[in-house]
């Protein structure tokens, strides 16, 4: 089975930008689609992007499309989150999943496997 690590978190202005990176154990990484989801504090758990196995197909909440960008290097088992434009209400722990599943019904929030989050935070 996949394990997931997150990495690139950290503090940033406003405006500013930031990679996350989402490394997977295992040989069968690009047989996953993956995604990236956040929890403000005080807030759920909310979608932020997904990507196919292939790297094909992306899928972004509407609070994130324009801003961020989310991309796989399967020979390096490896996901990402570019995020640009950063704003305070970004602030949030940030975390990589994977599903054996279609891609497209990340968003509905039930991923097989889950990373232990990153803490991003924008100041104003």
């Known amino acids: 089975q996949v394990q997931l690590v997150e990495s690139g978190g950290g503090l940033v202005q406003a405006g500013g930008s930031l990679r996350l990176s989402c490394a997977a154990s295992g040989r069968t990484f690009s047989s996953y689609a993956m995604g990236w989801f956040r929890q403000a504090p005080g807030k759920e758990r909310e979608f932020v992007a997904a990507?196919?196995?292939?790297?094909?197909?992306?899928d972004y909440a509407d609070s994130v499309k324009g801003r961020f960008t989310i991309s796989r290097d399967n020979a390096k088992n490896t996901m990402y989150l570019q995020m640009n434009s950063l704003k305070p209400e970004d602030t949030a722990v940030y975390y990589c999943a994977a599903d054996r599943g279609r891609y497209m019904d990340l968003r509905e929030g039930y991923p097989e496997i889950w990373g232990q989050g990153t803490l991003v935070t924008v100041s104003s």
């Open positions: 990507i196919s196995w292939s790297g094909s197909n992306t």
